[in-house]
């Protein structure tokens, strides 16, 4: 009797350290004690309802990964770092994806797939308020230092999109843009353009007086300037080509420039640039009021 109770007690010890074993190496993983490490098993590591919490300790995620199935993985206040690569970290104040991606593209994607009433996607930035020193912003940076930023400006309560680090910027501005119902929008005009009374013929300076420029300055007739220009914007795409259209450009109301386009070689951008254009008009307004009051004191001499 106390042999068979002996081997008795003898095989459950056996059953269970062979079931610790297994359930230590094949379910959870291998323990080093010395190393104080766990070593996940090959197929992974299966996470049920109760989720895993990482403590201070920190969790290294090997190449077998870790799949969570129905519960949460809590960084109990810690950040996710080096995710792909180095500098790729996700912390409670930044978001990062950061690298060297030869031949393609870095992206961060929103993407809602339902199509249906409702559906949508946004990116939402967003800013403590109208007391706040920083603003909500968009920024696309090119390295070697062009800049533009878009966003709204919280000290004054406007959109703003400007080709500079920080917004409310009175000469980095390109656009402002208020809340109110409707918005006005306003372009920069702290540079004006003056008048377009002479011209001169090579290079396109311009001035309300005659000057000396590189080329001949003449008198320049700014709405019969204009009549090619009405001519030749017909219904079809304007090639920048044109006469009319490559006049503006030298002196500043247009801008042509080639594109550099993936299958457009060949083809101009023709764009018109509005604050020029404004002043551009004022001149030739101008221009016309004088003629009209030439005309009216010639007008007088006759009557009289």
Not at 245 to 267: N, R, Y
């Amino acid at each position: 009797m106390v042999r068979s109770s002996r081997f008795i007690g003898e095989w459950k010890d056996n059953v269970n350290g062979k079931l610790e074993e297994y359930v230590k190496n094949t379910l959870v993983g291998t323990w080093d004690d010395a190393a104080a490490d766990l070593t996940l098993p090959t197929n992974g590591l299966l996470v049920d309802a109760g989720g895993i919490t990482v403590t201070a300790g920190g969790l290294t995620i090997t190449a077998d990964g870790i799949t969570v199935t129905a519960g949460d993985l809590d960084m109990t206040n810690g950040t996710i770092l080096n995710v792909g690569g180095s500098a790729n970290d996700w912390t409670a104040t930044a978001f990062a994806v950061s690298g060297a991606n030869a031949g393609a593209i870095n992206t961060i994607t929103v993407l809602n797939s339902a199509n249906d009433s409702g559906a949508g996607a946004a990116v939402n930035v967003t800013a403590g308020g109208s007391s706040a020193s920083a603003d909500a912003v968009t920024r696309y940076t090119e390295t070697s230092g062009h800049i533009m930023t878009v966003g709204v400006d919280t000290s004054g309560s406007i959109g703003v999109m400007a080709m500079n680090t920080l917004l409310g910027s009175a000469d980095g501005d390109i656009i402002r843009i208020t809340d109110a119902t409707p918005p006005v929008i306003t372009y920069n005009a702290v540079s004006p353009t003056g008048t377009f009374d002479y011209v001169c013929e090579s290079c396109g300076a311009h001035g309300g007086q005659m000057f000396n420029c590189c080329g001949e300055v003449a008198w320049h007739d700014d709405v019969a300037a204009l009549i090619p220009v009405l001519k030749e914007a017909g219904l079809e795409r304007l090639t920048g080509n044109e006469p009319g259209i490559q006049h503006l450009a030298k002196i500043g109301v247009m801008e042509v420039t080639p594109s550099d386009f993936p299958g457009e070689e060949g083809i101009n951008w023709v764009g018109i640039r509005l604050d020029k254009a404004q002043w551009y008009t004022w001149s030739a307004m101008q221009q016309m009021y004088q003629k009209i009051n030439e005309m009216n004191s010639r007008l007088e001499l006759v009557e009289a």
